[in-house]
């Protein structure tokens, strides 16, 4: 531990877990470089990881044997790349709707965390390409870190947290919490963005958790694991703020929370009107220029 805390102390149990990390792999290596970034991250390093590659059933009988011999390469190729101990990596290659069975598996598993490339696109065009980063987050209430396709992280040592006083936010703070716990020289940023402008010109300003109170509490959990905790706002729209927040900073990751609003007889239906009008999550997946982890509440 290099943050004077012991793995034993009773404070972790109210800090979320990240035991089982799915990672779903196309071929193209963005998750996996983001999976091996994350595994220089002590509490990561504890965790399994399942590999999925899914082969779409699209193709024709005579198609599908080579799909599938593909498929099999990209794994093999994936689980050496990250050089995991043997215990703690598994694979799987499965057939059917990629988007689908990424959600299934993650059911399966019961992953705490699920890591995918994404092309960044922007919501329509989501959709008409179908998009399966946009459905897995759409349809699945786990935890989703998004890496694009032009994004590359060498280490993660400072992270962000998008606050306010939603459960969703208190969420990714755990998370955040989990992960910056045991990294020497950590630091965790939260921002807070004012949207009653009156007037104001945006900037960035550096606080005291005092004076905010949506800072408050999470300051207070950041210091009992001893992680080094800066306050940050902004005034302008939400979504512009934290990804400008976020370059200017140079945030290694960005958590941004997403309460779940759907009801509960559309949970298996892509939420339409999230796609296609203003997402505050759909506009930091496709601008932020570092990986987004996106966590919402379960309901």
Same mark, same amino acid.
């Given at each position: 531990m290099t943050n004077g805390k012991s793995s034993k102390q009773p404070e972790e149990q109210d800090v979320m877990m990240i035991e089982k990390i799915l990672l779903a792999v196309s071929g193209l290596g963005h998750a996996e470089e983001m999976l091996k970034t994350l595994t220089d991250v002590p509490s990561i390093q504890r965790s399994k990881v399942t590999v999925l590659h899914v082969v779409p059933d699209r193709y024709s009988a005579e198609a599908m044997t080579t799909k599938w011999e593909e498929g099999g390469k990209i794994l093999a190729n994936a689980i050496q790349y990250l050089n995991l101990d043997p215990s703690k990596v598994s694979s799987i290659l499965r057939q059917g709707d990629p988007k689908r069975v990424v959600c299934e598996?993650?059911?399966?598993?019961?992953?705490?965390?699920?890591?995918?490339?994404?092309?960044?696109?922007?919501?329509? +065009?989501?959709?008409?390409?179908? $998009?399966?980063?946009?459905?897995?987050? +759409?349809?699945? $209430?786990?935890?989703?870190?998004?890496?694009?396709?032009?994004?590359?992280?060498?280490?993660?040592?400072? &992270?962000?947290?998008?606050?306010?006083? $939603?459960?969703?936010?208190?969420?990714?703070?755990?998370?955040?919490?989990?992960?910056?716990?045991?990294?020497?020289?950590? @630091?965790?940023?939260?921002?807070?963005?004012?949207?009653?402008?009156?007037?104001?010109?945006?900037?960035?300003? @550096?606080?005291?958790?005092? +004076?905010?109170?949506?800072? #408050?509490? #999470?300051?207070?959990?950041?210091?009992?694991?001893?992680? +080094?905790?800066?306050?940050?706002?902004?005034?302008?729209?939400?979504?512009?703020?934290?990804?400008?927040? #976020?370059?200017?900073?140079?945030?290694?990751?960005?958590?941004?929370?997403?309460?779940?609003?759907?009801?509960? &007889?559309?949970?298996?239906?892509?939420? &339409?009107?999230?796609?296609?009008g203003a997402s505050l999550s759909d506009y930091v997946r496709v601008n932020a220029t570092c990986p987004v982890l996106l966590a919402r509440t379960t309901g």
């Open positions: 598996v993650a059911n399966e598993i019961d992953a705490d965390l699920i890591i995918m490339g994404s092309r960044g696109l922007k919501r329509l +065009q989501s959709i008409l390409s179908n $998009s399966v980063s946009q459905y897995v987050f +759409q349809l699945s $209430s786990r935890p989703m870190l998004l890496v694009k396709d032009d994004i590359y992280v060498k280490k993660v040592n400072r &992270i962000m947290v998008a606050m306010d006083n $939603s459960d969703a936010a208190k969420h990714c703070l755990s998370l955040a919490l989990f992960l910056l716990r045991d990294i020497k020289g950590g @630091e965790l940023l939260l921002a807070n963005i004012n949207t009653d402008l009156r007037g104001k010109e945006s900037e960035i300003t @550096e606080i005291t958790p005092e +004076q905010n109170p949506v800072f #408050a509490t #999470a300051y207070a959990e950041a210091k009992k694991y001893g992680v +080094q905790t800066r306050c940050i706002t902004s005034n302008g729209k939400p979504g512009e703020e934290i990804c400008r927040l #976020a370059d200017e900073w140079k945030v290694d990751l960005l958590l941004l929370g997403s309460p779940d609003r759907r009801p509960s &007889i559309a949970k298996n239906l892509v939420d &339409i009107d999230r796609l296609l």
